[in-house]
């Protein structure tokens, strides 16, 4: 996995609520097999007319948002299915970091397992640093301290301490499960035991 | 100390605790499809790693199916692709598929319970977020991401941190025509659609008590539109006698020891819920949504939202956004929202009980003319069952087109879909922007609201149609 360690971008402000992943990569490219190439679909239905033409005054139809690398956005995002082809479509399109007061668990969860650091912060703290995206200006993030640079201020976020590690160092989680694989098998074990129905061989 | 359900089926899973919580947690039952699956196989063959499991999978094609004649295959060709490539990894790794054309084929969460798959107290994950279905089981049952798909066929295990504990109490009993549909639906209407997000859900109560197999898995299956990942219900006799010779289930002793096991799940008296919400079980009245949103919720007697008496702006602007993606004027009145489309399907609404339900409702009636209805059972044996029983008949005299069994137009990926400005009763369970077509609409109902909708050519009140 791509290692997040720190990022510097004009961030984009999407504030609408309640984004869900249909609406992040709508399901007709779910059909694909590969977690790449989604970047040109993110969004589709904001993004393209139904004649497939970019609708210009989208955010990320303008530069420079068009390459912005951190979206600002409402609450609860990334609710609904639990397709991570939301993530590969996000990274795909260059974007690693996300702002939002709130996210739908399973889209958190899998933004951590795709190299993307979800940050959490209060609606007074988004609506601030927002205005560096009317500005078109730079904020940096640090992952490492756990800040966002913006102007003059700073600003902490809170993040599990092992889901950072993970994302600073680019772990494998399989690698690091299967390094476990006594603990599994002598639970295996016991389940045979106790709940013998489980395994059907 | 006293625990609830939750805590109990989670200190049965679990593997290793780190000190931050973090935890590996073993998954009994993992089912696949084809859409969220193929980049994990992908990943184990990259990293040459293999399922430790195979006997714990189960993977059955539902999303992309065509649900019209199948003799000819699948014309789309990336949908094709994609079951193709399921069943290639099915036999590359070993793992049971139940395929397009094996009459055990049907939407994944309703083909598990079906097979006796699921089973109480047991871990279950699936790379879809309605997997919390298999919760009225009493199981712990979540949606999960395909990294973790991937992660579950090299370990059987999954990285988790323990969710909150919230408790929905409904007592009471439902008026006639008022079903679990309409509990849930107003229970997120309730609570929000993030009102859940961090917890578990455990429902209970003595009207969740009084309920079918099948209309509990209405009920928990729509946990994750109130934002809980899982949501589960104490399993009792009802339960032990659904699973009961079904295929999967145990057999001779084991059986009857699986059963002592399961008669102890439940939540002590005195368990910690770090939230609780009431409802009165005679004050739901048929539900239907308004909006894009599962919390859009309205009473069929209601009228839709006016923005201008929102105060909170961030609402209003949501509200003013919504109804102009489905081209609603405020105030209108429920029954004036004239529909194109029914839909009866889906792993919320898919079921035997399901298509009885609806089929009561439009026996010796014919659907509006201008409206075009379907039925997609949510199975191959949910489809023959309503055949031996003769409802198929019933929904064809009316007008309904009779199905194959999939997802359908529950999210559209095959053929099935809503044309733009196309709007449908739909007894699914989303009603996001584009997700039944781009540019559709959709109201989500129960079974008998969408045959009610169907006769009347507009939404309408299920209780003026007892037959
Ligand atoms: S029926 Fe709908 S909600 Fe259920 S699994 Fe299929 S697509 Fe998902």
């Known amino acids: ?201 | 100390m006293p625990h609830t359900l939750y805590d109990k089926i989670w200190n049965d899973h679990l593997v290793h605790e780190q000190d931050d919580g973090t935890a590996l947690l073993f998954v009994d039952r993992h089912l696949i499809h084809e859409v969220t699956s193929p980049q994990a196989f992908e990943g184990l063959r990259s990293s040459n790693r293999k399922v430790r499991q195979p006997s714990l999978t189960l993977a059955v094609a539902d999303h992309n199916v065509p649900t019209t004649d199948r003799s000819k295959g699948i014309s789309d060709q990336e949908s094709k692709i994609q079951v193709e490539t399921l069943e290639a990894n099915c036999k590359e790794f070993g793992i049971k598929l139940f395929g397009m054309n094996d009459k055990r084929q049907g939407i994944v969460h309703v083909t598990g319970p079906e097979q006796g798959f699921t089973q109480p107290g047991t871990v279950i994950v699936c790379g879809d977020s309605h997997t919390a279905t298999h919760g009225a089981f009493g199981s712990l049952a979540f949606g999960i991401g395909t990294s973790e798909v991937e992660h579950v066929l090299a370990t059987q295990t999954l990285v988790q941190k323990k969710a909150k504990n919230f408790r929905i109490n409904v007592n009471g009993k439902l008026p006639l025509g008022v079903t679990s549909k309409d509990v849930i639906l107003q229970i997120i209407g309730k609570i929000g659609t993030a009102g859940g997000t961090g917890c578990v859900i455990e429902y209970a109560g003595d009207l969740i008590r009084s309920l079918s197999v099948e209309q509990r898995m209405t009920i928990c299956n729509m946990t994750i539109e109130g934002g809980a990942r899982a949501g589960l219900i104490e399993p009792d006799e009802k339960i032990f006698n659904y699973l009961k010779g079904r295929p999967m289930s145990p057999k001779g002793e084991t059986w009857d020891k699986a059963v002592e096991v399961w008669s102890n799940l439940n939540s002590d008296n005195g368990s910690h819920f770090d939230k609780e919400v009431s409802l009165t079980a005679e004050e739901i009245i048929p539900m239907v949504t308004w909006g894009t949103s599962p919390q859009d919720v309205i009473t069929i007697e209601g009228k839709v939202p006016n923005p201008n008496t929102e105060k909170d702006l961030d609402k209003k602007s949501s509200i003013e956004r919504s109804l102009k993606y489905m081209g609603l004027k405020p105030d209108t009145l429920a029954k004036d929202i004239k529909i194109d489309k029914v839909f009866i399907g889906s792993c919320t609404n898919g079921r035997i009980e399901d298509l009885r339900e609806a089929a009561k409702i439009l026996k010796n009636k014919k659907k509006a003319s201008h409206v075009h209805a379907m039925v997609v059972p949510g199975s191959g044996l949910v489809k023959q069952q309503a055949e031996q029983e003769g409802l198929d008949k019933i929904f064809i005299k009316s007008g309904f087109e009779w199905r194959e069994p999939g997802c359908s137009m529950c999210l559209a990926m095959n053929a099935d879909k809503l044309k733009p400005e196309e709007r449908c009763a739909s007894t699914s369970n989303r009603n996001f922007e584009g997700r039944q077509g781009r540019g559709g609409r959709t109201h989500l109902v129960s079974p008998g609201m969408a045959a009610a909708a169907a006769i009347a050519g507009n939404l309408d009140d299920v209780r003026k149609y007892q037959n």
């Open chain 1, 1 to 201: 996995m791509q290692k997040f360690i720190s990022l510097k971008s004009i961030p984009t402000y999407l504030p609408i609520v309640n984004i869900d992943t249909d609406m992040i990569i709508p399901k007709q490219f779910l059909k694909t097999i590969k977690r790449t190439g989604l970047g040109k679909n993110l969004f589709f239905e904001l993004r393209y007319d139904e004649k497939g033409k970019e609708i210009s005054d989208f955010i990320l139809n303008k530069k420079p948002f068009c390459n912005s690398n951190i979206l600002i956005t409402g609450k609860n995002f990334g609710c609904g299915s639990s397709r991570e082809h939301a993530p590969w479509a996000l990274l795909d399109f260059g974007i690693t970091c996300i702002i939002s007061s709130s996210y739908a668990d399973i889209f958190y969860n899998n933004c951590f397992k795709n190299g993307i650091l979800p940050i959490v912060l209060n609606e007074d703290k988004i609506k601030e640093i927002s205005e560096y995206s009317n500005r078109k200006e730079e904020i940096s993030v640090n992952l490492a301290d756990q800040k966002i640079i913006y102007g003059n201020n700073e600003i902490s976020f809170e993040i599990d301490p092992f889901k950072k590690k993970c994302l600073l160092e680019g772990l494998d989680d399989i690698a690091l499960s299967l390094e476990k694989s006594d603990k599994i098998k002598s639970f295996e074990n016991k389940v045979k035991n106790q709940r013998p129905w489980i395994f059907n061989d």
